[in-house]
């Protein structure tokens, strides 16, 4: 943390307590990324086009009728997209959607081995972790619908077109990991059909109402670590694609990090979640910062 930790002369803060959303959130990702291969897996639903079978529930059915669970699990995700972002907005985002958490864990990595200052070497190990993570991470979905033993063995009719369809789809899945949280913000689909439908954000996160600008000193410790690159101590009032609150995946990143920095230090975090937002002067909206404190 950049802001400097003052004389202790309060109880300090407790890891769950200064990391709440954090841990939440990555508990809620894990389980969904666990269902993804479980549920393969134990062929509770399964298609095999390799071998031309398929499994609901363990029992063998045909290849038609084991496309009926994997329709309608595409179906249910794109339902709670919908749904997630009538009542909260890009929630889903923030909270289920396993290329977001790819994204966020590849933007940490990345910030260790590809930024402006790293060695050539680290810049080319970053390439090989990237292309690492999205091969993992596209065999979790082609493993919904193939025997992962196929891309081995080329006897097997569907070998080219298997690997035919992985190559094309490793395109796109490479860009997408190496360029980690930016893909999010500007490429996603899903994201910017958030941002263009009808939304609501029943919980925002904001500078609490008796604060303001001054208050944070040279702290910028939850611009930083915002995933979505916002400001988001006054973000909520913006009505902006990418700077505004529909780019918001309502994470709560903001409100742990403004604890994890004024907790330790004694004061009160500024940073909260709102139902309705307070009303603020247009120079706070417009991100100045009073002279007067
Ligand atoms: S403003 Fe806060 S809640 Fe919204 S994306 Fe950024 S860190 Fe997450
Ligand atoms: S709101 Fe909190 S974390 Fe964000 S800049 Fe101000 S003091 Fe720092």
């Not at 390799?50 to 496309?67: C, N, R």
């Not at 999010?184 to 059909?193: L, N, Q, S, V």
Request: net charge positive; proline share 6%.
């Amino acid at each position: 943390m950049s802001t400097e930790i003052q004389a202790q002369s309060c109880p300090q803060p407790s890891f769950m307590e200064t990391h709440k959303f954090t841990l939440l959130r990555n508990t809620a990702y894990i389980l969904v990324i666990l269902a993804l291969i479980v549920i393969p897996e134990l062929k509770i639903a399964k298609i095999d086009l390799a071998h031309d079978e398929a499994w609901i529930f363990g029992e063998k059915v045909s290849v038609e009728d084991g496309l009926m669970p994997v329709v309608m699990a595409v179906g249910f995700f794109a339902i709670l997209v919908i749904v997630m972002n009538l009542f909260n907005g890009r929630v889903f985002c923030g909270w289920i959607c396993p290329g977001g958490w790819v994204a966020e864990i590849q933007d940490l990595i990345r910030k260790r081995m590809y930024n402006p200052r790293s060695q050539a070497l680290s810049k080319a190990g970053y390439y090989i972790v990237s292309l690492i993570t999205a091969v993992l991470f596209l065999a979790l979905f082609f493993n919904w619908v193939t025997d992962l033993r196929v891309f081995f063995y080329s006897t097997n009719p569907m070998f080219p077109w298997m690997w035919a369809a992985f190559l094309s789809a490793l395109v796109v899945v490479y860009f997408e990991v190496f360029i980690g949280k930016r893909w999010c913000r500007t490429f996603c689909p899903t994201g910017i059909y958030q941002k263009i439908t009808p939304y609501h954000h029943k919980f925002k996160t904001t500078m609490a109402p008796q604060f303001d600008l001054s208050d944070c000193g040279s702290c910028r410790e939850c611009i930083k670590n915002c995933p979505m690159a916002l400001d988001p101590r006054r973000m909520a009032y913006i009505n902006d694609f990418y700077k505004g609150i529909q780019a918001c995946i309502v994470c709560g990143e903001c409100v742990d990090t403004c604890k994890q920095v004024m907790l330790p230090q004694c004061k009160e975090p500024l940073m909260t979640w709102v139902t309705d937002l307070p009303e603020r002067d247009p120079d706070f909206i417009a991100g100045k910062v009073k002279k007067t404190k």
